[in-house]
């Protein structure tokens, strides 16, 4: 089997997968369970810094119940790489929010795999670390 390696993305697709990193962000602030059935697909699942793997049902009833609660966020650092009928996100978020009535405000490095159905891409795969407080994309931990 030839691997397959990344393909020129066009800034059409860029676009794309950009908006759609947006309208994720947007849908969980904004509680759109419709906006997410359609960007995460069926088979989604997301594994925290800690370890835990939810898959999409857990998270969209976490969603339901008010268990967790984005209040604010935003992405940026954006990279993509594209290939036949799939592409890797990554990126940056900050969020502030409650998860059982308890406060975050977080920084993580994410990962997104995303594929290609029915012309609209659809995430299929999440990966977030929590970023430590001092770190930043241009800065190496500080020791102390």
């Given at each position: 089997?030839?691997?397959?390696?990344?393909?020129?993305?066009?800034?059409?697709?860029?676009?794309?997968?950009?908006?759609?990193?947006?309208?994720?962000?947007?849908?969980?602030?904004?509680?759109?369970?419709?906006?997410?059935?359609?960007?995460?697909?069926?088979?989604?699942?997301?594994?925290?810094?800690?370890?835990?793997?939810?898959?999409?049902?857990?998270?969209?009833?976490?969603?339901?119940?008010?268990?967790?609660?984005?209040?604010?966020?935003?992405?940026?650092?954006?990279?993509?790489?594209?290939?036949?009928?799939?592409?890797?996100?990554?990126?940056?978020?900050?969020?502030?929010?409650?998860?059982?009535?308890?406060?975050?405000?977080?920084?993580?490095?994410?990962?997104?795999?995303?594929?290609?159905?029915d012309g609209r891409w659809q995430v299929i795969s999440s990966h977030a670390s929590r970023l430590a407080d001092e770190q930043?994309p241009s800065t190496p931990n500080k020791k102390v």
């Amino acid at each position: 089997m030839e691997a397959s390696l990344p393909k020129s993305s066009s800034e059409a697709e860029t676009a794309e997968l950009e908006a759609v990193q947006r309208q994720l962000i947007t849908a969980w602030i904004v509680r759109d369970r419709s906006a997410l059935e359609r960007l995460l697909a069926q088979e989604w699942t997301v594994t925290h810094g800690d370890g835990r793997l939810l898959k999409r049902e857990d998270v969209l009833r976490d969603l339901e119940t008010g268990s967790n609660r984005l209040l604010d966020g935003a992405v940026d650092d954006l990279r993509f790489r594209v290939y036949e009928g799939f592409a890797v996100v990554t990126g940056r978020t900050r969020a502030r929010g409650e998860y059982k009535s308890h406060p975050y405000d977080v920084k993580l490095r994410f990962t997104d795999v995303l594929v290609r159905r029915d012309g609209r891409w659809q995430v299929i795969s999440s990966h977030a670390s929590r970023l430590a407080d001092e770190q930043t994309p241009s800065t190496p931990n500080k020791k102390v």
